[in-house]
């Protein structure tokens, strides 16, 4: 063999080599990324549990800078989205279709997917009061408790208009009112002159029809359509039992917890606290006050709590119950 070619042999021989290990250096490395962002996953889905939506979207953007074709990323970013900036919710979306596209064990996440991209284009622009930015994390939500039965009981105009009417005693007037204040400096509401104009409707007359068969709490707000489906609206009509001689501070907390039945919230929560809670006798608790002549007095939740309010700012913002990826 010529001095020239056995030359030429020995350098393509080191070439080969030297590519050999670049290839294994890009790979170790390319490796290295996505544990790293595997890493960056798990404590994006453990602030996404906590309800640090913005947080876990910061996170989530780390695993996908490490490693840009991480489908589960695009996807549980798209779910913290929603609860952040809905136009970037809906570019995850689009983009976890266009990267889990081709991965048929995502078949049926990504048929998920463009049902709810398709829902959440069409969404109404959304009230300030009802913005993620009033979202308080350290409080938490009930979403997952009333998510089933409360998706698609949502108001799609705004503000809801509310017709208090005309109470058989002054004292529930006043708690009516007392209710509708509470609700309206958290939730875009307008007062109502005449009933026939308003969306949720204090149904005392109906109440009256029925006294002592107001049957069971949850059928106290009834939900009806006026008109035909194509040009028709619904209603929500509260109906009380007026069979008890209610103060006007029960009455209060009766009518702001069956405002948050047609604010949205069809199910009841399970923390005493919350204007939510399932049954309105617990919301109250008797205080002792010793001396001569001892007194007990009930002390009754006045306001939604956090949790109230959080719990309906994402239902109002998300499409629907849908878990992340593990």
Known sequence: MLPGMRSKQRWLAAFALLLSGAVAIETAVAAGDREAAKGSYREANGLMDQGR?????????????????????????????????RQKAIQDWRRFVEVAGSNPDLKWDVARAQARLQVLESMPALPNLLSPSHYVPAAGDYYWQIADKSEGEEWQKFPVKVFLGSAPEIKWQQGAREAYD?????????LAAMSDSADIRLGWDESQLGIGHAGEELDWVQVKRIGNQMTGRKIAIIRMDLSRNWSKDEMRAIITHEMGHALGIKEHCDNPKDIMYWQMQEKSRQIYVPGPFPLFWKNLVKNPSQRDINTLIRLYNVVGPMQRFP
């Open 53 to 85: 939506f913005a947080e876990a979207a910061a996170t989530y953007d780390r695993a996908l800078a490490q490693d840009p074709q991480f489908a589960e990323a695009y996807h549980n970013r798209a779910l913290a989205y929603e609860m952040v900036d």
């Open 182 to 190: 509470v609700w309206a400096a958290v939730f875009p509401l307008e």
